[in-house]
């Protein structure tokens, strides 16, 4: 290190060098951004047509539940957890909500409800895994199964929502030059802009890398982990709830088989925007980038007119990518 | 009469036997088992034959659990060997053929079984963590099966291929004869060599094992492509049930029906110690469980409800803090009593 430094010359591979030592945590991130811009060019240099303002909007438009959702697993993935819910915790709100407004409860009272039910999830499982030492994964998969089963409790079949609010979320559309953004994309992106502030600038946020790095290290420093780890599942079920809203207004129904499967999906955007899943390393933007990786390979997929089971395949072979890449990184780093 | 309480198949069992005679309280006819031309039909006799495809998925995730993984991909895996074997028959001229059966079956279970060895790769060379190296093959596995079968559901008629789950041998269900000789298989291999407790010692801890010259990586290895492997006759099963290869339907939610069942039987997901008649005890109690949500009428949607109750049940009971603080509450009772009946002396 001392070596390149004293060289002049090598001034730009110094700060390279300097730059990846110490912020290593991001190069994953880079990587996923630099992915997605490629496959972007790919797409634009195939198809002639893929990076226009229709197709860019529609990204967000598309998978804005699913970026909230891979908000609220960041939290708890860096807290070395994982939350196998999400897709469940969705359908049972969105399919809640539904049947609520059906049966004529006003939608300033339906929103509330929605988020605290994912949120009670959330917490149900937090406290299995703080209190009675259950793993995250086994207590998640009683939350998927409690939430899937209280979906099809709500209802066996698909209700339609008319709720005039409800559906101005996905409907009304802002137009800037042929770009545009409905609310659900506005909320999305608030949604992660909070995230990643309360990650980078709250004790609350750095309480949760701590617990991620080491949890007993953490607890021998006097923080709060009970109590953050707790939060880091209420976020991640209140997210899901969110998702569940945001997913009613996309589908303008609440079905209560919705989501199976998402909870793969976004684990998948989380692990491919640079989150390790041992916990302690990662962002929430590049969750963003993650989500946006997978939106853009589905839509180029459905460019090309192919199956959708390609999505799955190569959202695969991304993830095994990124996971060896991510295995080469935290290897390097423990060398040193 | 403490040391048989103590042992630690005594809970799952227990949880068997009381589900048995809910079972058997609430209808009579759950135990009645009929002999119709020489076959045994009857509740019971269901829950063996069904059992099958999730008691192989169980034996193999039983082993990968006992190394300290997971292994989340095997649903995807039953997916993948049921389109393999249903396109070889569908392809070949004679479906009846027992030369035809043989290579379908050959084929699917191979092709699992490279799978598993992947897996084994990347969590035993490669050092992934279990849940995502395996994770990868459960989002991609289906997605190979879908253009095995090119997006559609394969059907067949063959009538050797259905007998395999629907046929009977001396009265009894085939298929539960391939539960039985897996169990056998395994169990022996395990039990009866060193494997098992060399297994047990890397899932204890892998390094000192490594260090104590346990060739820890080929044990890991070969723990994966164990499950693929028993996923892939488990995948065979299930298509010989349905005469169909259904690419999404296959074997879902079945990774986490293993899983349970492990857990049910025993078998600390932390790795390490493990039992196979715990396993199966835990299999068969899933199974039972199913057949009485089907049985009470509850719609098999919201079975989910009591999935979920169950695993709470179970995570609560092998819970350190439920279990000290009922050893407590016992120990107050019996001290209390044991007091008042000196005192009454």
């Known amino acids: 290190m001392s070596l390149t430094t004293t060289r002049p010359l090598d001034g730009l591979r110094a700060r390279v060098d300097r730059f990846t030592s110490r912020r290593a945590s991001w190069i994953p991130v880079f990587a996923a951004l630099g992915i997605l811009i490629a496959l972007l060019v790919a797409g634009q240099v195939y198809f002639g047509n893929f990076i226009t303002p229709r197709v860019l909007s529609s990204l967000l438009l598309d998978n804005a539940y699913l970026l909230i959702l891979a908000v609220g697993m960041t939290f708890v993935i860096l807290t070395a957890g994982i939350d196998l819910s999400v897709g469940a915790v969705l359908a049972f709100t969105a399919i809640l909500g539904a049947r609520l407004l059906s049966e004529g409860f006003p939608v300033v009272v339906v929103i509330p409800v929605m988020l605290v039910g994912g949120s009670l999830i959330g917490l149900l499982i937090g406290v299995l895994i703080q209190f009675f030492d259950v793993q995250p994964f086994i207590a998640s998969l009683a939350g998927m199964f409690a939430a899937r089963g209280l979906a099809f409790l709500v209802s066996l079949s698909s209700i339609k929502v008319e709720d005039p609010v409800i559906l101005w979320l996905q409907t009304k559309l802002f137009y800037i030059d042929g770009w545009f953004l409905s609310p659900t994309g506005i909320i999305a992106i608030g949604v992660v802009i909070a995230g990643a502030l309360v990650l980078q600038f709250t004790r609350f946020g750095r309480t949760i890398y701590a617990i991620g790095g080491n949890e007993q290290s953490a607890r021998l420093m006097g923080l709060p982990v009970v109590r953050t780890k707790l939060l880091a599942y209420v976020i991640s079920g209140a997210c899901a709830g969110l998702a569940g809203i945001v997913f009613t207004a996309y589908q303008g129904a609440g079905y209560p088989l919705n989501g199976v499967g998402t909870e793969l999906d976004t684990i998948a955007a989380v692990v491919i925007g640079g989150t390790l899943l041992t916990g302690g390393s990662g962002f929430v933007l590049g969750s963003m980038i993650g989500v946006f990786v997978y939106g853009t390979i589905k839509t180029a997929i459905s460019f090309l007119g192919a199956e959708q089971s390609w999505t799955r395949i190569t959202i695969g072979a991304l993830l095994l990518m990124f996971v060896v890449v991510q295995r080469v990184i935290v290897a390097r780093s423990s060398r040193r | ?345």
Do not use: C
């Open chain 2, 1 to 345: 009469m403490t040391r048989i309480l103590r042992h630690r198949l005594v809970l799952p069992i227990a949880a068997l036997v009381a589900l048995v005679l809910v079972n058997t309280i609430s209808r009579p006819s759950f135990v009645s088992i009929t002999v119709r031309d020489g076959q045994l039909y009857g509740s019971v006799i269901d829950i063996l034959r069904n059992s099958a495809p999730l008691m192989l998925v169980a034996l193999g995730m039983t082993i990968v659990i006992a190394t300290r993984g997971i292994d989340l991909s095997v649903g995807a895996l039953m997916a993948v060997s049921g389109a393999v074997a249903l396109t070889i028959i569908d392809g070949s001229g004679a479906p009846d053929s027992p030369a035809t059966l043989a290579i379908a079956i050959a084929a699917g279970v191979a092709v699992t079984l490279v799978f598993g060895a992947w897996n084994g790769f990347l969590v035993a060379v490669l050092g992934i963590q279990p849940i995502i190296a395996t994770l990868v093959l459960m989002l991609a596995g289906r997605g190979i099966a879908l253009l095995i079968t090119g997006g559609f559901i394969t059907t067949v008629t063959s009538t050797p291929y259905k007998f395999m789950s629907q046929g009977y041998l001396l009265g009894l269900p085939f298929a539960f004869y391939v539960s039985v000789v897996a169990i056998v298989l395994v169990a022996v291999i395990q039990r009866r060599t060193a494997l098992g407790v060399l297994t047990e010692s890397v899932g204890i801890n892998p390094e000192a094992s490594r260090l104590a010259g346990v060739r820890s990586r080929g044990i890991v290895w070969g723990a994966y492509a164990a499950s693929g492997l028993l996923a892939g006759f488990a995948g065979i099963l299930y298509s010989s049930n349905i005469m169909a290869a259904d690419a999404n339907a296959a074997g879902q939610y079945i990774e986490l029906d293993a899983i349970l069942a492990v857990v049910l039987g025993g078998t600390s997901l932390m790795g390490g110690k493990f039992s196979i008649a715990g396993t199966v005890i835990g299999v068969f109690t899933i199974q039972t469980l199913k057949s009485t949500i089907t049985f009470l009428g509850v719609p098999p949607a919201v079975s989910p409800l009591f999935m979920a109750l169950v695993v709470v049940i179970v995570v609560l009971v092998q819970s350190q803090r439920v279990r000290g603080g009922t050893l407590r509450l016992w120990n107050a009772l019996t001290a209390r009593s044991t007091k008042d009946a000196e005192v009454a002396r």
